[in-house]
């Protein structure tokens, strides 16, 4: 059974960094690819990165290009979310999901969730 764990979320002011982590575990990931996402309140989950376990390459939502970059540690079954230059409108519970299959901007492709964590960004 897959088991996703998101940490290191927080309160950041504008302009400042965080680096999430997703801790993997309980299946084999070969093949997948691992996605962040992100649900503000009152709105709708968004496509922030994904990354694919075997080859590493790596896709990003228009609002995050630049900004953000995600990578893997596939010895740790870990991946990473590092946000830069963070603005008060990437505040949000950020979650990461994995899936073997389908298009990876979109929350319907991956069956697995963490439960989230927390993202505030104060201007």
């Known amino acids: 059974q897959v088991q996703l764990v998101e940490s290191g979320g927080g309160l950041v002011q504008a302009g400042g960094s965080l680096r999430l982590s997703c801790a993997a575990s309980g299946s084999t990931f070969s093949g997948s690819a691992m996605g962040w996402f992100r649900q503000a309140p009152g709105k709708e989950r968004e496509f922030v990165a994904a990354?694919?376990?075997?080859?590493?390459?790596?896709y990003y939502g228009d609002s995050v290009r630049g900004r953000f970059t995600i990578s893997r540690d596939n010895g740790k079954k870990a991946v990473y979310l590092q946000m830069n230059s963070l603005k008060p409108e990437d505040t949000a519970v950020y979650y990461c999901?994995?899936?073997?299959?389908?298009?990876?901007?979109?929350?319907?492709?991956?069956?697995?969730w963490g439960p989230g964590t927390q993202v505030t960004v104060s201007s």
């Open positions: 990354i694919r376990w075997s080859s590493g390459n790596t």
């Open positions: 999901a994995v899936t073997w299959r389908g298009t990876l901007d979109r929350d319907a492709s991956y069956p697995n």
